[in-house]
């Protein structure tokens, strides 16, 4: 099975760090995409990448950026935490036109 | 894009089938019917797709109106397991370029 791994399942940052977020995928993807999910909102796309070193803006990119280095590995970075990027984290990757898998998810919470 | 609409919240019961609706009326020919389901504190999780004809798989069906502007997921045997939200989502699988773009869904919940 396609595994889809994100570094933390929790995590608490404090307002004005710069903070990581790790999603590593295990079979080979092309594809990688992060999105948020708050309550009442939904799921929001906020990066995507399509190949190493390429990044596409989502719906809601503003206040957050993105590294792939390797095909396998696509980092969601958030320059300076402001409280209201709280929210759950999920990165998903594809193969072109199939399904996504999805990671577990990491709850932020920045105070 | 071309939207989705689905009820906020069904119940079942255990061991019964579950028919979850979805309707889609400005569906383009190019656009797939693709199901996912978010188990609590889980991500997501793909559960089926299809174009025009009916789909089964292991998870569930997934029946196709013929004029393509509805479908219902159906789950044989509702589990407990099975209590989730339910993403009906249309995509044009022939453009890369184009996302899963995830609505509200339909909260399923499962009584014993």
């Known amino acids: 099975d396609v595994k889809v791994t994100q570094s933390s399942r929790y995590l608490v940052k404090r307002t004005g760090e710069k903070v990581f977020l790790e999603c590593v995928q295990d079979?080979?993807?092309?594809?990688m995409f992060w999105y948020r999910q708050d309550p009442g909102l939904g799921l929001r796309l906020i990066y995507f990448?399509?190949?190493?070193?390429?990044?596409e803006k989502g719906d809601i990119p503003e206040g957050y950026s993105v590294s792939r280095e390797k095909k396998e590995r696509f980092s969601l970075i958030l320059e300076s935490a402001s409280t209201n990027q709280t929210s759950m984290y999920l990165c998903?990757?594809?193969?072109?036109?199939?399904?996504?898998?999805f990671g577990s998810g990491t709850r932020l919470t920045v105070v | 894009d071309a939207k989705t609409t689905q009820p906020n919240s069904m119940e079942s019961n255990e061991e019964e089938p579950v028919h979850l609706p979805c309707n889609h009326s400005?569906?383009?020919?190019?656009?797939?019917i693709h199901w996912y389901r978010q188990l609590p504190s889980q991500g997501p999780e793909y559960v089926i797709h299809?174009?025009?004809s009916n789909v089964n798989n292991r998870m569930a069906s997934l029946a196709i109106a013929e004029d393509r502007k509805s479908s219902t997921l159906i789950l044989h045997r509702a589990t407990l397991r099975d209590a989730a939200v339910y993403y009906c989502?249309?995509?044009?699988?022939?453009?890369?370029?184009?996302?899963?773009?995830f609505g509200g869904g339909t909260r399923l919940m499962v009584k014993p």
């Open positions: 079979m080979d993807h092309e594809n």
């Open positions: 299809g174009l025009t």
């Open positions: 998903a990757s594809s193969v072109s036109n199939y399904g996504y898998t």
């Open positions: 400005t569906i383009s020919g190019t656009d797939y």
């Open positions: 989502i249309l995509r044009d699988n022939n453009n890369a370029g184009n996302m899963l773009t």
């Open positions: 990448s399509y190949d190493v070193k390429m990044k």
